[in-house]
Nanobody
Framework: QVQLVESGGGLVQAGGSLRLSCAAS????????MGWFRQAPGKEREFVAV????????HYADSVKGRFTISRDNAKNTVYLQMNSLKPEDTAVYLC???????????????????WGQGTQVTVSS
């Protein structure tokens, strides 16, 4: 198991930016695919972005493509989500997650992620 702690959420006006961080401890962080998901009130959790274990490959939900950037620093055991041009519909709790499989393939399926953080609230005002 890996322990994950998110930070960086907050209240921002539409059009603004935030950078989320997810610090990992426990198993070797650098060998696992990492993802960001979000859950808005009354809605299902949805995929946002994912990055492979080396950082060389990423994939995004269509709703955030071109606005959000996922990255990782394996030396710091941290994954980031840079969010630009934020919209009110981006308001949600953002959670990071670690894939179950050592050096697995990129995936967007929730069930493929075995470790989850508690989440950080992002609120975008109009």
């Amino acid at each position: 198991q890996v322990q994950l702690v998110e930070s960086g959420g907050g209240l921002v006006q539409a059009g603004g930016s935030l950078r989320l961080s997810c610090a990992a401890s426990g198993r070797t962080f650098s060998n696992y695919v990492m993802g960001w998901f979000r859950q808005a009130p009354g809605k299902e959790r949805e995929f946002v972005a994912v990055i492979n274990w080396s950082g060389g490959s990423t994939h995004y939900a269509d709703s955030v493509k071109g606005r959000f950037t996922i990255s990782r620093d394996n030396a710091k055991n941290t994954v980031y989500l840079q969010m630009n041009s934020l919209k009110p519909e981006d308001t949600a709790v953002y959670l990071c997650a670690a894939n179950r499989v050592w050096r697995g393939d990129i995936t967007t399926r929730e069930n493929d992620f075995g470790s989850w953080g508690q989440g950080t609230q992002v609120t975008v005002s109009s």
